[in-house]
T-cell receptor, first 116, second 110 residues
Framework: GAVVSQHPSRVICKSGTSVKIECRSL??????MFWYRQFPKQSLMLMAT?????????EQGVEKDKFLINHASLTLSTLTVTSAHPEDSSFYICSAEDRGRRNTIYFGEGSWLTVV | DAKTTQPTSMDCAEGRAANLPCNHSTISGNEYVYWYRQIHSQGPQYIIH???NNETNEMASLIITEDRKSSTLILPHATLRDTAVYYC???????????FGQGTTLQVKP
C-alpha cells in the first residue's frame, strides 16, 4: 500500500483564493520532503525541498511567496498555493525518503488542482 | 546530479521481457540509479534502485554495468498494465532530490 499519501486528490478553486495540499509519510518519518508539479504531457518539475523545522528551499524560478511550504512535523508537509490563477492548474506531487528502507524515495498519489 | 539518456519510446509484446536501457556515463561513485514509472494521472511508482550491484525485487531486475555508465531495467514478463512512462534517474546519496528527464514510454502490446 501507499507509504506517502496526499490530500486532496482533486481540488477546484476560484481564482484569487488559496488552496492547501497535504503530504504525509504514513509509516516513517521524513525530515525532508519534496514538491513537484507536472503539466500535461510533460515530465515532473521539482519545485522545492521541504525541511522539517526550517524554511523550505525553492528551485530557481519558483516563487516562494506564491507556493508556501510548511513542514511542521516529521510526517507532514503542506503546500499552499496562494492567490491561485488558472495557470497554476497542474498536477502537484510530493515525495519523501524512507531511510529505513534503503533510502527508498516514495511519491504520493498526486493532487490535481484546477483553478477556475 | 548526472544526466541520463533513455530512448523516447519502446514496444514490447505481452508476456515477453521488457528491457529498458539507460545511459548515465557521467555518474559519480556515490550516485544511485533509481527507476520509477508513471501511469497516466498518477504519482510515480518506485520500481527499484541500486548503486553498483545488480538488484532484483518482485517487480523487476536492475542490471548495472561494471563501469556503472549504463543500466538496464528488466520487467521479466510484461503485461498490459506495465504500459507507462519509465524514468531512470541518478541521485547523489542523501539528497533525496530526484530530477526527472523525459523517460521512456513503454507500450506493451497484446
Amino acid at each position: 500500500g501507499a507509504v506517502v499519501s496526499q490530500h486532496p486528490s482533486r481540488v477546484i478553486c476560484k481564482s484569487g483564493t488559496s488552496v492547501k495540499i497535504e503530504c504525509r509519510s504514513l509509516d516513517f518519518q521524513a525530515t525532508t520532503m519534496f514538491w513537484y508539479r507536472q503539466f500535461p504531457k510533460q515530465s515532473l518539475m521539482l519545485m522545492a525541498t521541504s525541511n522539517e523545522g526550517s524554511k523550505a528551499t525553492y528551485e530557481q524560478g519558483v516563487e516562494k511567496d506564491k507556493f508556501l511550504i510548511n513542514h511542521a512535523s516529521l510526517t507532514l508537509s503542506t503546500l499552499t498555493v496562494t492567490s491561485a490563477h488558472p495557470e497554476d492548474s497542474s498536477f502537484y506531487i510530493c515525495s519523501a525518503e524512507d531511510r529505513g528502507r534503503r533510502n527508498t524515495i516514495y511519491f504520493g498519489e498526486g493532487s490535481w488542482l484546477t483553478v477556475v | 546530479d548526472a544526466k541520463t539518456t533513455q530512448p523516447t519510446s519502446m514496444d514490447c509484446a505481452e508476456g515477453r521481457a521488457a528491457n529498458l536501457p539507460c545511459n548515465h556515463s557521467t555518474i559519480s561513485g556515490n550516485e544511485y540509479v533509481y527507476w520509477y514509472r508513471q501511469i497516466h494521472s498518477q504519482g510515480p511508482q518506485y520500481i527499484i534502485h541500486g548503486l553498483k550491484n545488480n538488484e532484483t525485487n518482485e517487480m523487476a531486475s536492475l542490471i548495472i554495468t561494471e563501469d556503472r555508465k549504463s543500466s538496464t531495467l528488466i520487467l521479466p514478463h510484461a503485461t498490459l498494465r506495465d504500459t507507462a512512462v519509465y524514468y531512470c534517474i541518478v541521485l547523489a546519496s542523501n539528497t533525496g532530490k530526484l530530477i526527472f528527464g523525459q523517460g521512456t514510454t513503454l507500450q506493451v502490446k497484446p
